[in-house]
């Protein structure tokens, strides 16, 4: 019971990955990144928005912080999602985006001082193996021939800006609740997103984006992290995390399904090496037990 919380997070992320791809056909990506954090902000708005009132002199002081956390994790991770869905695939996405438990660690040792243990090496290299094999199609040559596409090397960006908005996450300590911070990250975003709309041609909401909007908005931005962070608050953090393995096979599957996406062999191969290698790097060891005998 306690992991469907995490694994219906993780299913309704895999879903807004074919909202990615599907959106960038009826809605321009600068709108729909306005529309998601803006019909998100509406709903969360009456529920949130008087603790926020009450504790607005203990919030002031890290304004700045929530500002930068809003442009990585809101408007720069998921405005490059919604850019990249026109040059790669639903399933590209999700693979790509598993790396970000991996980055993490990495950028965790000069922010948080962490150790890097040595199978987080090795899983970096099985992963990053995996990655170069499936963007090459199964032959490296294409890829150093024709280098990589646009929309994967915006997914590798985003990738990365995530991993490190969670990791200034952890840094940055805050007197605030979880849902808190979301709300604060979302004014924002908002904000920020307003220029990229302003920008855009094709704003209208029609029949065809509207649902696209509303899944981005409600069950991918409000309902999916409450799962999550019950998840976390039940399972723990790195049970928890464990789930986001499953999010490039239910894509996959969805993508296969909605989609029409076909996996070739090199998506097996590839995809399978980048999973293994995040797995690996996630296992910590156990710590050595010694049994203490008291001496006559």
């Not at 000069?110 to 040595?118: A, D, T, W, Y």
């Not at 646009?150 to 990738?159: F, T």
Request: charged share 10%; glycine share 8%; net charge positive.
């Amino acid at each position: 019971m306690f992991y469907l919380f995490p694994l219906l997070t993780v299913i309704i992320w895999a879903g807004n990955a074919i909202v990615n791809k599907m959106s960038y056909s009826v809605i321009d990506p600068g709108a729909i990144s306005f529309y998601r954090w803006f019909f998100a902000m509406m709903v969360l708005t009456p529920f949130v928005l008087p603790s926020v009132w009450r504790k607005r002199h203990e919030i002031k002081p890290y304004l700045s912080k929530l500002a930068f956390l809003a442009l990585l994790g809101m408007v720069l991770n998921q405005s490059l999602g919604y850019f990249a869905a026109a040059t790669t695939t639903a399933t590209n996405m999700a693979l790509i985006v598993s790396l970000v438990p991996l980055l993490s660690m990495f950028l965790s040792v000069p922010l948080l001082g962490q150790r890097l243990l040595p199978l987080a090496m090795v899983g970096a290299v099985l992963s990053l193996a995996g990655l170069v094999f499936m963007l090459g199609h199964g032959d490296i040559s294409t890829l150093t021939s024709q280098g990589i596409k646009q929309g994967d090397a915006l997914l590798l960006i985003a990738a990365f800006v995530y991993a490190l908005y969670c990791v200034l996450l952890k840094r940055w300590k805050m007197p605030l609740s979880n849902w808190q911070s979301v709300y604060m990250q979302g004014l924002f975003a908002v904000t920020m997103l307003t220029p990229l709309l302003l920008g855009s041609e094709r704003t209208a909401i029609t029949g065809e984006s509207l649902p696209l909007i509303m899944y981005a908005a409600l069950p991918a931005s409000v309902l999916a992290p409450w799962c999550w962070l019950k998840g976390i608050e039940i399972l723990g953090a790195d049970r928890t995390a464990m789930f986001m393995n499953l999010m490039p096979v239910l894509t996959a599957l969805i993508a296969s399904i909605t989609l029409g996406e076909q996996l070739a062999v090199y998506h097996y191969i590839g995809g399978g090496m980048v999973l293994s290698g995040v797995i690996l790097a996630q296992r910590k060891p156990k710590p050595i037990q010694t049994d203490n005998m008291a001496t006559a």
